[in-house]
Every structure is written in structure tokens, then in C-alpha cells.
């Protein structure tokens, strides 16, 4: 069976990518990635995909007169690399309309908050400041609304009184790392089939106790 072929958009260090190079490495792993393209010349994530021997390109969206101009390119140059799945990691620029249209449903993002709540930016700051005792990460399918779409998996993250924007993020950035290359694989082995605003899921698995915060007395 061939595997699924993967596109990755990056602006930064990459640490996202590299889970997705670390799970493509096994060789179970149904999907493999086919090429690597950032935004900004200088993104760390460049060396990660050259150290694993991954095409990496860079297509900077400052030498283009037009956000369409500049999404068409990204467009045509996975397409040429026969992506099947794009996947968003840690890439820092709003996609349009007509690109999100044209990868519908072949196009993921991880956001580090239990969606619906928390969009945008500043989430960490914005989850301490709240007080909630619990956060979490998610991975969706992306829609032409800024982080929505159908979701397809998430982790929840606890948040203790010691904690800080970064330790919150920090452990965030961990549960990411676990859940997306999880996320490709449901969809790679067709476990997980976007419906109207839902995902499907007909993977089996053993659901994990209720997490409580603070837990309950016994």
C-alpha cells in the first residue's frame, strides 16, 4: 500500500516537523513526507528536513506582489511533489480563502488550545490569565475561518497554581508533538473521514479515564 505523501508549511523552528520526520521514519508509519516549504529563509525547520534528507524549499511571501501570487506558488509546488496532505506547523501566515478552498479537506493545522476556546494568538498568556484548569492542543482540519474546522484529535493538558505561560506552553508543545503525527496516521489509514463540521473517527482504541483539575478526593 503506498503511502500517503505529505506537505509541511513552516515559518519556524520546526519542532512539530520534527515529530513528523520522527514518525516517518518507522517504517510502519503509513505516510512519509514529500517536501518541506517555509516562508522565511532562516526558519530552523529547513535544517531539520535536510538533515532527514527531505526537499526543503523556501518561497518567501515578502518577493511576491500578492498574497495570491504567493499562495498559487505554495500550491504548485506541492502539487508538483504529488502532495497528498499539507500540514501546518508553526506557520505564521493567515492562508486565503481560494488556497484553503483548493487543499479542502487535505489541509491540517495543530493549535495549542482545546478548541473552540482560545483562538488566535498569546494563548498561553491568555490561559493563565484566565485561571482554567485545564488546556490542551488540537488538531483540525483548516477552514477559511481562523482556527476552525472539523476536529480531528486532542489532548488535555492539566494547569497547576505553580505553573507559568511557559511551563503551560512547554508541556502544550510536548502533547502536540504526541498527537499530530497520530492525527496524519487516522487519516492515512482512512480512520478519520470529515463529515459537515465533524470527524468521523472509526479507529479503536482504550479511552483514557476523565481527567479532573484538581483531581477528586478519595
Known amino acids: 500500500m503506498s503511502k500517503l505523501k505529505l ?7 520546526g519542532s512539530n516537523l520534527q515529530a513528523l520526520i520522527d514518525a516517518c521514519s518507522n517504517v510502519d508509519f503509513p505516510a512519509e513526507i514529500s517536501l518541506v516549504i517555509s516562508n522565511r529563509p532562516g526558519a530552523m525547520g529547513l535544517e531539520r528536513a535536510r538533515r532527514a534528507d527531505i ?4 518561497i518567501d511571501h515578502k518577493s511576491f506582489d500578492t498574497r495570491s501570487a504567493f499562495d498559487n506558488a505554495v500550491s504548485q509546488r506541492f502539487e508538483s511533489a504529488g502532495v497528498d496532505l499539507i500540514c501546518l506547523a508553526g506557520f505564521m501566515l493567515l492562508l486565503k480563502s481560494d488556497f484553503v478552498e483548493h487543499w479542502h479537506n ?9 478548541l473552540p476556546a482560545f483562538k488566535g494568538l498569546d494563548i498561553h498568556e491568555r490561559v493563565y490569565e484566565a485561571g482554567v484548569k485545564i488546556t490542551g492542543c488540537t488538531v483540525h ?4 475561518e481562523v482556527d ?12 497547576t497554581e505553580d505553573d507559568t505561560p511557559e ?5 502544550v508543545l510536548e502533547a502536540e508533538h504526541n498527537i499530530y503525527p497520530e492525527a496524519v496516521r487516522l487519516i492515512a489509514n482512512e480512520q478519520a473521514q ?8 472509526s479507529a479503536s482504541g ?3 479515564e476523565t481527567l479532573i483539575n484538581p483531581s477528586l478526593e478519595k
Open 194 to 201: 470529515p463529515q459537515g463540521k465533524k470527524v468521523t473517527l
Open 167 to 171: 511551563t503551560i506552553g512547554a508541556r
Open 206 to 208: 482504550v479511552i483514557p
Open 55 to 58: 526537499p526543503a524549499d523556501v
Open 7 to 13: 506537505g509541511v508549511l513552516i515559518s519556524g523552528r
Open 106 to 114: 487535505k489541509l491540517i493545522n495543530i493549535h495549542p488550545s482545546l
Open 148 to 159: 476552525d474546522g472539523p476536529i480531528i484529535i486532542q489532548a488535555a493538558v492539566p494547569v
Open 141 to 144: 482540519y483548516v477552514r477559511a
